[in-house]
C-alpha cells in the first residue's frame, strides 16, 4: 500500500530575514563546506570504520589490519590510502613495516559523538 508522506511547509511565505542574515554570516565557505562533506563521506565504508575503530587500541601493521578484519592487506592498504588522504591516520616506518595509527584525538571525538548519536533511544 503506497502512504503519500506529507512534510511541513509554512503556509504563508515570510522571509525571516534578520534568521537568514545571522546564519549566512556565520555559514562557513562552500569550500570548507564541500571538504566537511568529503570528509563524512569517508566514513560511509564500514571497513574504514571498522579500521579507525582498531587504530582507537593500538597503532598497527596493514598485517595485523587484515588479520583483524579477515581481509587481503591489498584491500587493507587501499582503504589506508583513502583515510592517509582524509588526513585521519598517520604512518611511520621501523625498518621494512609501516604501522599506522590516527592522525589526532579528534577521530575518536567524531566517533564518539556519532555512537551516542545512534545509541539514542
Not at 534568521?19 to 571497513?47: H, N, Q, W
Not at 592517509?84 to 598517520?90: D, E, F, N
Amino acid at each position: 500500500m503506497y502512504t503519500k508522506k506529507t512534510f511541513e511547509t509554512c503556509d504563508y511565505e515570510f522571509i525571516h530575514e534578520d534568521i537568514v542574515d545571522s546564519v549566512r554570516k556565520d555559514m562557513p565557505c562552500d569550500e570548507v563546506l564541500y571538504d566537511l562533506a568529503e570528509l563524512f563521506k569517508v566514513f560511509g565504508d564500514t571497513t574504514r570504520v571498522k579500521i579507525l575503530y582498531a587504530l582507537f587500541s593500538a597503532e598497527m601493521c596493514v598485517c595485523d589490519i587484515a588479520s583483524l578484519l579477515g581481509m587481503s592487506q591489498s584491500a587493507i592498504s587501499h582503504q589506508l590510502r583513502v583515510l592517509k588522504q582524509a588526513r585521519l591516520v598517520k604512518y611511520r616506518k621501523e625498518g621494512k613495516i609501516v604501522y599506522y595509527s590516527l592522525h589526532d584525538d579528534h577521530i575518536k571525538n567524531i566517533f564518539d559523538c556519532g555512537l551516542v548519536h545512534i545509541n539514542e533511544k
